[in-house]
């Protein structure tokens, strides 16, 4: 069955310390996202990748690092410098479609603790 | 920035009512999408609306957009406690940026 893949499911960091979250699609889908949801919120935009070895950043990449060095893979890094990491992460993927006509297929998420 | 905004942000209804959930919006959209999360999962998508059509169905759901007012609404019809879940509307900024609005909770008694 095709879909998107998270990896871990839950995921603890400890002071100072880097994480990197697995995003995998076998969709074929040439877009790439990364999402943060806080509890009770909506969804805000980290980045987005449309094509390989290329990605943007969304409305708050400040502490995040992303790389799409192949199409099926966007893996994202927290990085020390995100004073407030806990999160439910979402990653989804799409067709490239013009004005956004493509849906959103979406993995189920890796939630991200403090230590 | 969040363009959607989902209201009421929280819904209890009985099973086998209808429930309904509105959307507003601030800028000029080529189309709208509703996403349902169950729990702790990812989201689904469930209809999109293109700027030039005022009414879609999808099995039990019905959603209407209305540009004039920038606002979309989602019927969910002959509700059933599966339904319980968050439904959220998106609209799209630039080419490809989907912006998500805080959702709405509902909640299906038995």
């Known amino acids: 069955d095709g879909g998107i893949t998270q990896s871990p499911k839950y995921l603890f960091r400890k002071e100072g310390q880097n994480v990197t979250l697995s995003c995998e699609q076998n969709?074929?889908?040439?877009?790439m996202y990364w999402y943060r949801q806080d509890p009770g919120q909506g969804l805000r935009l980290i980045y987005y990748s449309q094509i390989v070895n290329d990605f943007q950043k969304g409305d708050i990449a400040e502490g995040y690092s992303v790389s799409r060095e192949k199409k099926e893979s966007f893996p994202l890094t927290v990085t020390s410098a995100q004073k407030n990491p806990t999160a439910f992460y979402l990653c989804?993927?799409?067709?490239w479609g013009q004005g956004g006509n493509q849906p959103q297929h979406f993995g189920d998420g890796t939630r991200l603790s403090i230590l | 920035s969040q363009q959607g905004e989902e209201d009421p942000q929280a819904l209890s209804i009985q099973e086998g009512e209808n429930a309904t959930m509105n959307c507003s919006y601030k800028?000029?959209?080529?189309?709208l999408q509703w996403y349902r999360q169950n729990s702790g999962r990812g989201l689904v998508h469930l209809i999109l609306i293109r700027s030039n059509e005022r009414e879609k169905h999808s099995g039990r759901l019905r959603v209407t957009l209305d540009t004039s007012k920038k606002s979309s609404s989602l019927l969910i019809t002959a509700s059933r406690a599966a339904d319980t879940a968050s439904y959220f509307c998106a609209t799209v900024q630039g080419a490809q940026k989907l912006v998500f609005g805080q959702g709405t909770r509902l909640t299906i008694n038995p």
């Open positions: 800028t000029s959209i080529n189309n």
């Open positions: 989804a993927s799409s067709r």
């Open positions: 969709l074929n889908h040439d877009a």
